[in-house]
């Protein structure tokens, strides 16, 4: 019998990367599973990927009336369901001093505003047992040079994660954070990046990574199921996946 057979899921920004990774992980187990987009072209690619047993749907997490709209669609398509991933991210790296209202209002939008209201929205909806990873990352501590606006919007991010695992305690939901590195995900992370710029930032993601290399995204996208379906006395934490990064070690020089 697969693992999470009966088992239902929704993927906020599941069509590609990490998100399509742990959409692929709980179907090949048995599980239903509802992903959501933004883009046209990963919504129809993510449709031949995923195949029959995933429900696609476009979605713009920043946007209160899309949100609510998605909560009926997952109730007509579900019912009720046991784990929500709220994947869907964005990221600009800029100084502090170059960072615009728009850009400010971008991240914060899908980053903490997307993750909050959708929560709000389907957490009613979840069966007791159930499990909510919120996808944060190794910046939401620290204080990297031009992420900013990105590291407070996940460093938001965790602080919900918390609040929320308080708060959903009586409907015997569990709430974490699973905090990744550099990532081999198409976009790494960073929407709109040149290739050149993807390879300097691959490069610098290798040397300054305790354990020399990027993480895959299986196993990125393995830590968030294990956080939504078998942490079963887990509940506020953080996990990094991040190769040591924010741990602060050290590689050991010959």
């Not at 697969?2 to 899921?9: L, M, P, Q, T």
């Not at 690619?45 to 995923?50: D, Q, R, S």
């Given at each position: 019998?697969s ?7 929704v ?5 590609h ?6 959409a ?34 476009r ?9 609510d709209l998605?909560?009926?669609?997952v109730e ?11 994947n ?10 170059i ?5 400010f ?5 899908i980053?903490v505003?997307?993750?909050?209201f ?10 007791e ?12 501590e ?6 900013s ?10 602080s919900?994660t918390?609040?929320?695992?308080s ?6 939901i569990?709430?974490n954070a699973?905090?990744p590195?550099?990532?081999d ?15 300097g930032?691959s490069d610098?993601g290798d040397?300054?990574?305790?354990m020399?290399?990027h993480?895959?995204m299986e196993e990125?996208?393995?830590a968030?199921i294990y956080?939504?379906?078998d ?13 040591g990064?924010g741990?602060?070690?050290s590689y050991p020089e010959?």
């Amino acid at each position: 019998m697969s693992k999470y057979a009966g088992k239902k899921a929704v993927v906020i920004g599941g069509t590609h990367g990490i998100g399509q990774t742990i959409a692929k992980g709980l179907l090949a187990e048995g599980a239903e599973v509802l992903v959501t987009g933004y883009n046209e072209k990963n919504i129809e690619a993510a449709k031949t990927v995923l195949g029959a047993n995933a429900h696609v749907v476009r979605s713009d997490t920043s946007d209160l009336g899309a949100i609510d709209l998605l909560g009926k669609t997952v109730e007509e398509k579900l019912g009720q369901f046991d784990y929500l991933f709220l994947n869907a991210g964005t990221a600009v790296l800029e100084p502090f001093s170059i960072v615009t209202e728009e850009s400010f209002d971008r991240q914060f939008n899908i980053n903490v505003k997307g993750a909050f209201f959708t929560t709000k929205r389907l957490a009613p909806l979840m069966r007791e047992g159930g499990g909510i990873v919120y996808t944060s990352s190794v910046a939401d501590e620290g204080g990297t040079p031009g992420m900013s606006v990105f590291s407070a919007s996940k460093a938001a991010g965790i602080s919900l994660t918390k609040v929320f695992a308080s708060e959903l305690l009586p409907q015997k939901i569990r709430v974490n954070a699973v905090s990744p590195g550099f990532t081999d995900t198409p976009s790494m992370g960073v929407p709109g990046l040149s290739d050149e710029e993807k390879k300097g930032f691959s490069d610098l993601g290798d040397a300054i990574t305790p354990m020399r290399r990027h993480a895959t995204m299986e196993e990125v996208a393995g830590a968030a199921i294990y956080l939504a379906a078998d942490a079963t006395y887990t509940t506020g934490a953080r996990l990094p996946v991040d190769g040591g990064l924010g741990a602060g070690l050290s590689y050991p020089e010959a």
